[in-house]
């Protein structure tokens, strides 16, 4: 069982940025990808970005490449969200995913573990 905890959510002014952080438990923190998400009310959770668990591959969705970057530290049991130039757009529930995947997904779905989630508010 892997359970996950974000942080760094906040409210920021737009083009400002923010780090989310996400902390794993358990000792096989390498041997999973993992994701964030997003989340607005009223629609379904959408993927941002994910890492592999070596860390060497990404993925990120289009309406956040060049803005957003994801990183681990596999010693820490950390994976980051670097969040810059930010949109009211980007204002969201972001959550933390974890999952024993071959290769890295946008779906929900293929993950097993997530995390509470942590609020972003982007003021225009």
């Known amino acids: 069982q892997v359970q996950l905890v974000e942080s760094g959510g906040g409210l920021v002014q737009a083009g400002g940025s923010l780090r989310l952080s996400c902390t794993a438990s358990?000792?096989?923190?390498?041997?999973?990808?993992m994701g964030w998400f997003r989340q607005v009310p009223g629609k379904e959770r959408e993927f941002v970005v994910a890492?592999?668990?070596?860390?060497?591959?990404?993925k990120i969705a289009d309406s956040v490449k060049g803005r957003f970057t994801i990183s681990r530290d596999n010693a820490k049991n950390t994976v980051y969200l670097q969040m810059n130039s930010l949109k009211s757009e980007d204002t969201a529930v972001y959550f933390c995913?974890?999952?024993?995947?071959?290769?890295?997904?946008?779906?929900?779905?293929?993950?097993?573990?997530w995390g509470q989630g942590t609020q972003v508010t982007v003021s225009s």
């Open positions: 995913a974890g999952g024993r995947l071959l290769d890295l997904r946008v779906s929900q779905y293929a993950y097993d573990y």
């Open positions: 358990g000792r096989t923190f390498v041997r999973y990808a």
């Open positions: 890492i592999t668990g070596s860390g060497s591959s990404t």
